[in-house]
């Protein structure tokens, strides 16, 4: 991912996740599965702090099984600047915008806004569209948060969420997945097709329907922009 991410011209750091004998997970007898989705949201939660401790302005996260636009830098600074200006109208303008998921068709649907990046070099364009998503939206390949949505997230998840959780599921309305929480839990949200970020094609999983699923999530769009 480094060599990727060097190729299209962004230092990201690289974070080297949460163990599941970590203090937060430990101890409690969990269950394979949920010792990994603990350790997912827990390493999603120590990255948006590192987010939170740095002055951006906005912060952009995501996985390390991923393919990027070739032009990743100049489109995602064309985003952002949707982002946080008044180029989207109010009730398209987010808190969380995913900028890659995992869908097995092209998003098309209810558009709310689009805007149209011309790169300066070659002319070429692309318009991209932005998309209200519900709960039928899935994956965190990458997605850009606001300070206020981070600290929001922080505030909700980091202060014993996963163990009240535990003792009690039904006392909650989310559990504590980054594909629940992060992704969905937010009220302003959006979705950019093209998207700037897709699944390798290459992971597979212990249930054969999630390795298809995630195929089908790379092939439906690995021809919708140029991936490296």
Request: charged share 25%; hydrophobic share 40%.
């Amino acid at each position: 991912m480094l060599e990727r991410f060097s190729k299209v011209g962004v230092e990201a750091i690289m974070f080297d996740g949460v163990s599941v004998f970590d203090v937060r997970i430990a101890g409690r007898g969990l269950i394979d599965h949920t010792q990994k989705c603990w350790s997912c949201m827990y390493g999603h939660l120590d990255m948006i702090r590192m987010f939170l401790d740095s002055n951006a302005e906005v912060g952009v996260f995501c996985e390390d099984d991923i393919l990027l636009d070739a032009d990743f830098k100049e489109k995602l600074e064309h985003i952002i600047g949707d982002f946080t200006a008044d180029t989207l109208d109010d009730d398209v303008f987010c808190d969380i915008m995913l900028l890659g998921y995992l869908v097995s068709k092209p998003v098309v649907d209810n558009i709310k806004a689009q805007s149209i990046y011309v790169d300066i070099n070659s002319g070429d364009s692309c318009t991209f569209k932005y998309f209200e998503y519900g709960m039928d939206i899935w994956g965190t390949q990458m997605y850009m948060l606001s300070r206020r949505e981070a600290q929001r997230l922080l505030n909700k998840y980091t202060n014993g969420y996963a163990d009240a959780f535990l003792a009690n599921p039904s006392a909650f309305e989310l559990p504590f997945s980054a594909d629940w929480t992060i992704t969905k839990d937010g009220v302003k949200r959006c979705l950019v097709y093209p998207m700037l970020a897709i699944e390798d094609g290459l992971t597979t999983y212990d249930h054969d329907g999630q390795t298809e699923f995630h195929r089908v999530a790379h092939s439906a769009h690995i021809n919708s922009s140029k991936y490296i």
